[in-house]
């Protein structure tokens, strides 16, 4: 199973005043952006950890999920969540030919904890031999900043703040208090079929 981004977070998305007040870095002056792109270049490593941690995509992404066979041929759940829809599915071929899946044959299951593609037939279709299935879907829980819920967009703050702070590896990559803060929003994989 690969899960690749097929598209990234807009720099405007990311809350660069946020952190910049958290880190209470002195504001009014000529240069007050100059270090703008490396709190940018903080911030998304940070949501990365938080994301990775808790198995939930903060800003609004694409995602390409390709799969050598359903773990299950009725319902596959997806790796990620939230997860607002599924694009589409593509059958790859060894030699990398291309069959879109026809959208009557599956439909997405909308889940807080396990969003999933479910087969309205028999099954979901088959892989090729030798070849690979891919689902593109969007997850995230939104757009802007204000979407993503409070604790979760703390936990990115202290650990982006922490990477700041200790730029030469001496401090720990993920405080405690980033990772209690993530703790409810984390699903066991044993929950979630994958």
């Known amino acids: 199973m690969i899960l690749t981004e097929a ?3 807009p720099a ?23 270090q703008d792109e490396l709190l940018e270049t903080y911030l998304r490593a940070a949501i990365s950890t938080i994301e990775a941690r808790s198995g939930q995509i903060l800003l609004q992404k694409q995602y390409s999920w390709q ?11 997806l790796p990620v969540r939230p997860v ?8 790859i071929d060894a030699m990398g030919g291309e069959v ?25 279709p088959n ?23 409070s ?10 703040a922490n990477a700041y702070e200790n730029r030469t590896g001496t401090g720990e990559a993920v405080p405690m208090t980033a990772l209690e803060l993530i703790e409810p929003y984390r699903a066991l994989r044993l929950m979630r079929g994958m």
């Open 7 to 9: 598209t990234s977070v």
């Open 151 to 160: 604790e979760l967009g703390q936990a990115v703050l202290i650990v982006a």
């Open 127 to 149: 892989p090729p031999v030798g070849g690979t299935v891919e689902v593109i879907f969007d997850a995230g829980f939104g757009s802007a900043w204000a979407d993503v819920p």
């Open 67 to 77: 799969l050598t066979r359903w773990r299950d041929p009725v319902r596959q759940v």
């Open 100 to 124: 879109l899946v026809d959208v009557a044959g599956y439909r997405f299951v909308p889940d807080d904890i396990c969003p999933a593609v479910e087969a309205t037939q028999s099954a979901l």
């Open 12 to 34: 405007t998305s990311l809350p660069v005043d946020q952190l910049k007040a958290h880190l209470r870095l002195g504001t009014g002056f000529a240069d007050s952006d100059l």
């Open 84 to 91: 607002s829809g599924v694009t589409e599915i593509k059958l």
